[in-house]
Every structure is written in structure tokens, then in C-alpha cells.
């Protein structure tokens, strides 16, 4: 089993839709959860760390749910922008940085 | 420069040839990242640094691959005797020194290395 994991892709969804993404992870050990994006053959980038409590940021609000093992994602009002990959990561006591294969989304005018 | 800086940014090499790729990360960053990526798949872990020691090289595909990292800066992924299903692209990340108490440090990544084996 891997140790992180997403839904898998793709997300084609309209202008405007609101799209919600899961990740699952097996290390009950991690301590650190992330965002990332990545656009089509460009490195990824930190979109939003993931806190306990959850956090917003714009139309970006993410989600942890340590008992059940995982993150979530959800976007408001897509953009045609928001188009990229969208990888979830997670850190141990032991710093490995995990990431999950990811979910591509497309957002259509 | 500013970023993770990795290099060659693309690298044609024939079976069976070694080859050297270089990832020089952010000044000061003592966790270093290498991973893969295969066309339109996800991150594949293959070797972590911290300061110049590797907890952890689990995910190295076999004893064909190997790294290190001197002077706790430059690291270097070494991939002998190539094969074509070597052929991906090379990401390296590094991020800043883990305190005590203080989570989700942000890992910054590198352009890659485009490496085609033929």
C-alpha cells in the first residue's frame, strides 16, 4: 500500500464549480501535511501547508482529519487558472517528505 | 541564486552509459530531496539528506542508483548503467532546518532534470 494516497484524477469540472479533493495517508506518525501544486512540466509548488484546525486561504480551504487519516482540498468557484496537478504530501517524525500521485484537474470555460 | 538550482536541465545518454545529476539547494536548507516523476505520474520518493547523512534511501530502485552530499550543500543522484526505463524527470527539493515544535516546513523545488535514455 502506498503511503499516501489520492483520488484519482482527472477532475474536469466548469468555471465556477467547486471541486474537493481527498488524500489518504498510512504513517499515523506524520506530523506535517501539505499542498502542492503543479503546473504541466513545471516543478511543483507549495499551494497550502495543512493545519489541525484546517485553514483557509481565498477560495482554498484545507481540512485534516488525523483519526480517519486524511486531508481534503476543496476549491471554490474554479478558475480556468486553477488547472494543474494537485499533489498532497506529508512529514514524519522523520522528515521524509511523501507525496501522493496526485489529481489532475482541468477547469472548462 | 535564490532557488534550488538543478543541473543538467536536460540529459540525453545512451544505454548503458553513467550518468551524474546535480541539485544545489537553497543556502542554509539542511533537508535535501531527491524524487522522480514519469511522464504524467506522481512523485516517486527516492533519497533524503539530512546535512550530509541519508536516513533514509528506501526508495532507491536499485543498486544502480546512488547519492550523496558534501559539505551538508551540493548533492549528486548517480545512475550507472543507465536503461531506458530510467528515463524521467529528476526532481530535487530541499527545505530549511527542522525546529523543535515547528511544523510544516516548506519543502522548494527544482526545475529538474529532463534525463532521455536511448
Known amino acids: 500500500r502506498k503511503e499516501v494516497e489520492q483520488d484519482p484524477g482527472p477532475f474536469n469540472v466548469p468555471e465556477g464549480a467547486t471541486v474537493a479533493f481527498n488524500c489518504t495517508y498510512s504513517?499515523?506518525?506524520?506530523?506535517?501535511f501539505f499542498w502542492y501544486r503543479q503546473d504541466c512540466r513545471k516543478e511543483p509548488k507549495l499551494l497550502m501547508s495543512?493545519?489541525?484546525s484546517g485553514n483557509e486561504d481565498g477560495r482554498f480551504t484545507a481540512q485534516l482529519n488525523r483519526a480517519s487519516q486524511y486531508i481534503s482540498l476543496l476549491i471554490r468557484d474554479s478558475k480556468l487558472s486553477d488547472s494543474a496537478t494537485y499533489l498532497c504530501?506529508?512529514?514524519?517524525?522523520?522528515?521524509?517528505?511523501?507525496f501522493g500521485s496526485g489529481t489532475q484537474l482541468t477547469v472548462l470555460p | 541564486g535564490a532557488g534550488v538550482s538543478q543541473s543538467p536541465s536536460n540529459k540525453v545518454t545512451e544505454k548503458g552509459k553513467d550518468v551524474e545529476l546535480r541539485c544545489d539547494p537553497i543556502?542554509?536548507?539542511?533537508?535535501l530531496y531527491w524524487y522522480r516523476q514519469s511522464l504524467g505520474q506522481g512523485l516517486e520518493f527516492l533519497i533524503y539528506?539530512?546535512?550530509?547523512?541519508?536516513?533514509?534511501k528506501s526508495g532507491l530502485p536499485s543498486d544502480r542508483f546512488s547519492a550523496e552530499r558534501t559539505g551538508g550543500s551540493v548533492s549528486t543522484l548517480t545512475i550507472q548503467r543507465t536503461q531506458q526505463e530510467d528515463s524521467a524527470v529528476y526532481l530535487c527539493?530541499?527545505?530549511?532546518?527542522?525546529?523543535?515544535?515547528?511544523?510544516?516546513?516548506?519543502?522548494?523545488f527544482g526545475q529538474g532534470t529532463r534525463l532521455t535514455v536511448v
Open positions: 527539493a530541499s527545505s530549511s532546518p527542522f525546529q523543535t515544535g515547528v511544523m510544516n516546513t516548506e519543502a522548494f
Open positions: 504513517n499515523s506518525a506524520s506530523q506535517s
Open positions: 495543512v493545519y489541525s
Open positions: 504530501g506529508t512529514s514524519g517524525s522523520a522528515r521524509q517528505l511523501t
Open positions: 543556502s542554509g536548507h539542511t533537508a
Open positions: 539528506f539530512q546535512g550530509n547523512s541519508a536516513p533514509d
